[in-house]
Structure formats: C-alpha cells, structure tokens
C-alpha cells in the first residue's frame, strides 16, 4: 500500500454502479478512483496498467465471472485488495471468491457508509463478510468438517488432478481448456468427483480440498 492516497479501481458493467460508487469514494478526501471497468478483460488490462492497491469487483461481468477477474489480477499484482461486490449471497461464489483471494465480500444493499468502512478495513489488511453471507458461509463449512472429514476419497490420479482446478475455482470450460477434454467430460468428471466425496457444489470440494489433501488412487 502507498503512504498517500488509495489508489482504487471500479469494476462493474452498469456504469451508473460505477458513478454511484466513485461519487461515494470521491468524498473520501485518502482516496483516489484510478480506474474503470465493465468486463473481465478490461479490469485485468486497466488494472496491469494503473496498479491500483485496492479493486471493488462485481461478481457477474458480461465475458465472465469476476472470481476469474480476481484470479487474474492477483496473480500478477498480489499485493491488491479485492473486494467482491455483487447482488447475489452465493454460497459457492462466496468460497470461490475468498480462494482467488478476495479480502471481502459485500452485498450491493450495502449503504455506502458500510462500503467505505469496508474499503478502509481492507485497505488496512483485514476481511470482511457481509453479515448475510457470513453465517451461510459459516454454516457450510461446519457441514463440510461434519461430513467430509472422515470420509476417504476414492479418487482416480486423474480426478484428483480435476478436484485441485476445481479448489483453484476454474470454471468446467477453463478445466477442459488445460487438461484437453470437452466442456461436458469435464462436467462429467466433477459430477463423479461430487459423488465419491459426498458432496454437493463445488463450492464444497474447494472447501474440501483446502481443508485436507485426499490420496490419489
């Protein structure tokens, strides 16, 4: 972070979320929008070239999910600070969000009071989950650790290798891409994968694959 203003960076395609964002971080005397955008590629090209230390991203984007935005940015800005601002309390959004290393994660019924406070927390290092998601998150993974915990996985080498993209938060098309197989082979696979781990969402294998490391077959 820099000793002097905080450099933020918007990310949302309706650009009257965008204004009403920056009108509210403009009366922020310590803060300083640095950039715009309204897609996937354009945050990660605005971001490479503004380096902003913190970004407010929307979760759904037009070319793509704003996790893959995050994912993307991080990897070659680690020093950045996400916070994921969206209308949806996903559960598995809201895990896939926090392993691509969002600091935050706030609904868009936020008062902007509540956004600067958060911009603030983050900016200082710490995270931040909107009370609405914070106990369904909680939840979860209490439901994880019961079930999950004892449960051996009967994994192949190659769905063990599947399960680890899925813990990344790679979308099937993104897994089908590295590993050179169709989009519904790939969907087939994690539908196997779910099923010998006991589980539901996806959400839950990250959780699960972050929790533990099972032993390929």
Same mark, same amino acid.
């Given at each position: 972070?820099? +000793?002097?203003?905080? *450099? ?19 009366? *922020? #005397? ?9 897609? !996937? ?9 503004? /380096? #902003?230390?913190? !970004? ?8 793509? &999910? ?7 940015? /991080?990897s070659h800005l680690p020093e950045t600070r996400m916070i994921m601002l969206t209308s949806y309390a996903d559960d598995e959004a809201v895990m896939n969000a926090i392993l691509a290393g969002a600091s935050a994660y706030l609904l868009k019924q936020t008062h902007a009071r ?12 710490? &995270? ?24 051996? &996985? ?22 089908? +891409? ?11 696979? !994690? +539908? ?7 589980? *539901? ?9 972050? /929790? *533990?490391?099972?032993? #390929?077959?």
């Amino acid at each position: 972070m820099t +000793s002097e203003k905080l *450099r933020v960076m918007i990310v949302d395609d309706h650009e009257v979320v965008r204004e009403g964002i920056r009108a509210v971080l403009d009366r *922020r #005397p310590g803060v300083s929008v640095v950039g715009e955008a309204g897609t !996937v590629a354009q945050a990660v090209e605005v971001a490479l070239k503004e /380096r #902003p230390d913190l !970004v407010i991203m929307d979760l759904r984007l037009p070319d793509g &999910s704003g996790v893959e935005a995050c994912r993307e940015i /991080r990897s070659h800005l680690p020093e950045t600070r996400m916070i994921m601002l969206t209308s949806y309390a996903d559960d598995e959004a809201v895990m896939n969000a926090i392993l691509a290393g969002a600091s935050a994660y706030l609904l868009k019924q936020t008062h902007a009071r509540q956004l600067v406070e958060a911009v603030e927390l983050v900016a200082k290092g710490e &995270s931040l989950l909107d009370p609405l998601v914070t106990r369904r998150v909680l939840d979860q993974v209490r439901q994880i650790s019961a079930g999950v915990s004892d449960k051996k &996985s009967q994994l192949t080498e190659h769905e063990y290798k599947i399960l680890l993209l899925i813990a990344e938060g790679k979308t099937n098309r993104e897994i089908a +891409s590295e590993i050179y197989l169709s989009d519904k082979t790939v969907k087939n696979y !994690v +539908s196997n994968i779910l099923s010998k781990l006991n589980l *539901r969402r996806r959400s839950e294998a990250a959780a699960y694959i972050a /929790r *533990r490391t099972p032993e #390929p077959r």
